[in-house]
T-cell receptor, first 112, second 112 residues
Framework: EPEVTQTPSHQVTQMGQEVILRCVPI?????FYWYRQILGQKVEFLVS????????KSEIFDDQFSVERPDGSNFTLKIRSTKLEDSAMYFC??????????FGAGTRLSVL | KNQVEQSPQSLIILEGKNCTLQ??????????LRWYKQDTGRGPVSLTI???SENTKSNGRYTATLDADTKQSSLHITASQLSDSASYIC???????????WGAGTKLIIKP
């Protein structure tokens, strides 16, 4: 069964460093999303992406964040200068339409 | 303000027993309601999705109900198994909006 894959599974970085989280969505999907989940808290929407541009973003998704689909398969989330409070699980999701979103297993980001 | 509230926060039941999880929402205009299962450290997996006109939807031992008038939904799990131990998250989508409003989840523990 096709699945969304995310790499790495765990990323440790120093505060102030840039990180890139990678996702390979399901191949025929058209909509792509990033979410984050701080330990013990709700899943929070970050951004949705369609037709090579951001379709919606939350207030969390400030200038420190960017997304890119550099080729036909990868979808990346970049955090320019990480802060301690960026430590969380980051989930990528994709969907054919805006109905059923399939989630990856997540990347645990630890900012030290 | 668009919100999704779930109860109980956590629930412990014995293997083989049934249980029902609750979700109340104040999302307008309403598009659809989803139930996700999230195993610890994993991404959410969709169980059911219901639109305004649907009252009940089943997926194996999971049955979701929706009352769009009272803005309530429930997820009933029949004959629970140890593998049902997870967080169950109610998510509501507003009309013509990519953004999903997430509940905090109910943490379900099944004991042998």
């Amino acid at each position: 069964e096709p699945e969304v894959t995310q790499t790495p599974s765990h990323q440790v970085t120093q505060m102030g460093q840039e990180v890139i989280l990678r996702c390979v969505p399901i191949s025929n999907h058209l909509y792509f999303y990033w979410y984050r989940q701080i330990l013990g808290q709700k899943v929070e929407f970050l951004v949705s992406f369609y037709n090579n541009e951001i379709s919606e973003k939350s207030e969390i998704f400030d200038d420190q964040f960017s997304v890119e689909r550099p080729d036909g398969s990868n979808f990346t989330l970049k955090i320019r200068s990480t802060k301690l409070e960026d430590s969380a699980m980051y989930f990528c999701a994709s969907s054919v339409w805006v109905n059923i979103q399939y989630f990856g297993a997540g990347t645990r980001l630890s900012v030290l | 303000k668009n919100q999704v509230e779930q109860s109980p926060q956590s629930l412990i039941i014995l293997e083989g027993k049934n249980c029902t999880l609750q979700c109340n929402y104040t999302v307008s205009p309403f598009s659809n309601l989803r139930w996700y299962k999230q195993d610890t450290g994993r991404g959410p997996v969709s169980l059911t999705i219901m639109t305004f006109s649907e009252n009940t939807k089943s997926n194996g031992r999971y049955t979701a109900t929706l009352d769009a008038d009272t803005k309530q939904s429930s997820l009933h799990i029949t004959a629970s198994q140890l593998s049902d131990s997870a967080s169950y998250i109610c998510v509501v989508s507003a009309d013509s909006n990519y953004q999903l409003i997430w509940g905090a989840g109910t943490k379900l523990i099944i004991k042998p």
